[in-house]
């Protein structure tokens, strides 16, 4: 099993330190709203923003970077769904807040 590291810049790759450049800004947004937010560069696997809700324990999601086939970068979930372009931040971070805060709603309202 290979442990999660993160890159220097110096050691990524052009494609590669392209990811790591569009996901450190999303993560610093999704931090300054209270949810944890690390950058995972392990080797030899496309790097990922792990976002985790720090109120409840479980509650993540795995959040990619990718350039489309017209040169686009998109902010996409693990289960490759689009969830903003590489241009706004902001909105993938108000997806991906919306999202984990709606998870957490529903579980207080069950409780």
């Known amino acids: 099993m290979t442990t999660p590291t993160r890159l220097e810049r110096r050691d990524a790759p052009p494609l590669r330190q392209a990811n790591l450049e569009q996901l450190e800004p999303l993560g610093r947004l999704l931090s300054q709203r209270g949810l944890r937010a690390d950058v995972i560069a392990a080797e030899a696997r496309m790097p990922r ?45 108000d997806r991906i807040e919306h999202v984990l805060a709606a998870r957490l709603d529903g579980l207080a309202a069950r409780a």
Not at 77 to 83: L, N
């Open 49 to 93: 923003l792990h976002v985790t809700n720090p109120a409840v324990t479980g509650l993540e999601e795995d959040v990619y970077a990718w350039r489309c086939q017209d040169g686009s970068w998109w902010f996409w979930w693990s289960w490759a769904e689009r969830i903003a372009p590489g241009t706004d931040p902001g909105r993938a971070a």
